[in-house]
């Protein structure tokens, strides 16, 4: 080759889709398998590790669903008269009492919860009722004959005993919780938390409440971050700014992965001749650089670093870009399912929604767009009209992304692909 025919630059790799990234970063790590037993009142957003199964049906007897008469259909009149039918009331059952068996020709005033006396067959509300005074509890005029079975709730009809109420890799919300409390779980084996390192490079990065020099910018990702991975039940090791210098950054990863299962940061991983932290995790690890195929985002970085005294042992890492908007967004599509798999959660990927778009997107991009939306009074989608990639006010008035396919415009009725932000944190 002459000294004048310049070198071929290296070719570049191919952008990754998303799917193909995450299929990367899923069959790389696995379950920490470490659990831990905590008070089912301080379970909220861990993941279970065992299954909870019911020793006990729920409910655990026939019970009322509503303050009324028991009755049976027997003592009423196949054809009610306007009249209705008078019969006395023989007991009164409150919520947590054990009833007779009721007897014939009579009913029982019941309360909601309460359980149903023996023979009783029907429930009827007490809006379908007049009560009658008179000597013991008096009696009760029955305007409407009920359904047989009416108002009550059959023993085991929610939760049959020896049935799994909740399955290991679920995510508890509210709702589990109540639901093992319910069948008498007092305490729970889940996942222990993910221990995840998170700090920041750049000398141009300033803390709110400092002075904003010249040149500097708040450091908005660091705030992001560390919410999304409280949201996610992480136990966060916050390392701050760190200079931006090799000896500072590589200081700052042993220090990380000492104890950290995971290191996160954002922004500071390219060529240029001021970003220290890629070849820092190159020096202490190992490290991918990632073009992904998609918009905002694109950069991704995915690696391990040593841990310092631990042969064979490594802290992941995961650099995401340094734009606010390209941050959120990759986190919530490339490293929620990781911490997810992590916990060993059975569900990682988000769950989405076909809804009508109420908007024109006719730029497609070739790469897969992920837009900020808000559902309209309409039950349609609107787009904040400035999708660039640091414009973080997207995200607080949005409710989710669209999903738009590479190449795919969009007119306004075409139905698309919804990301709520409730099902991404």
């Known amino acids: 080759m002459s000294a004048e025919t310049p070198a071929p630059s290296p070719a570049r790799k191919p952008l990754l889709s998303l799917d193909e990234a995450l299929a990367r970063l899923l069959s790389a790590v696995q379950p920490l398998g470490e659990t831990e037993t905590l008070s089912t009142f301080d379970a909220l957003g861990r993941v279970l590790a065992t299954e909870v199964r019911s020793q006990l049906d729920v409910p655990p007897h026939d019970n009322?669903?509503?303050?009324?008469?028991?009755?049976?259909?027997?003592?009423?009149?196949?054809?009610?008269?306007t009249e209705g039918t008078v019969l006395p009331v023989s007991?009164?059952?409150?919520?947590?009492s054990v009833p007779e068996a009721l007897q014939p020709g009579t009913a029982a005033r019941i309360f909601t919860g309460a359980p149903v006396p023996a023979g009783a067959d029907a429930v009827q509300m007490q809006e379908h009722c007049e009560a009658i005074p008179g000597e013991g509890l008096g009696s009760v005029r029955v305007l409407d004959r009920p359904d047989a079975g009416a108002a009550i709730r059959r023993r085991g009809e929610d939760v049959q005993a020896g049935s799994v109420v909740l399955a290991a890799g679920h995510r508890l919300d509210p709702a589990a919780l109540g639901l093992a409390a319910t069948v008498g779980a007092a305490s729970l084996t889940v996942a222990r938390r993910v221990r995840v390192a998170l700090f920041s490079t750049g000398d141009e990065l300033a803390m709110p409440g400092e002075p904003l020099k010249p040149g500097a910018i708040y450091n908005s990702n660091r705030f992001t971050l560390r919410g999304l991975l409280q949201q996610l039940g992480c136990e966060v090791q916050d390392l701050g700014i760190v200079p931006d210098t090799l000896d500072a950054t590589r200081a700052a990863l042993r220090a990380a992965a000492a104890s950290a299962d995971l290191i996160l940061t954002s922004g500071g991983v390219s060529v240029g001749e001021e970003d220290h932290l890629r070849p820092a995790v190159q020096a202490?690890?190992?490290?991918?650089?990632?073009?992904?195929?998609?918009?905002?985002?694109?950069?991704?970085?995915?690696g391990a670093v040593r841990r310092p005294g631990q042969e064979g042992r490594q802290a992941w890492f995961i650099g995401l870009p340094g734009n606010p908007v390209s941050s959120f967004v990759t986190f919530l599509l490339a490293v929620r399912p990781?911490?997810?798999?992590?916990?060993?959660?059975?569900?990682l990927a988000p769950k989405a929604y076909l809804l009508r778009a109420d908007?024109?997107?006719?730029r497609a991009d070739k790469r897969r767009e992920f837009l900020r939306a808000r559902l309209t009074p309409q039950g349609g989608l609107e787009l904040f009209a400035n999708q660039g990639s640091g414009v973080l006010s997207s995200a607080v008035w949005g409710d989710g992304l669209v999903d738009v396919a590479p190449g795919t415009p969009i007119q306004a009725g075409d139905t698309v692909r919804f990301l709520p932000f409730s099902a991404l944190q």
């Open 338 to 347: 990781v911490i997810l798999r992590l916990q060993g959660a059975a569900d």
């Open 91 to 96: 007991q009164r059952v409150p919520a947590g």
């Open 359 to 362: 908007f024109n997107w006719p």
């Open 284 to 302: 202490e690890g190992q490290l991918d650089l990632w073009q992904m195929a998609i918009k905002p985002g694109k950069p991704l970085a995915f």
């Open 64 to 81: 009322s669903a509503m303050d009324g008469y028991a009755l049976r259909l027997a003592d009423l009149p196949a054809d009610q008269s």
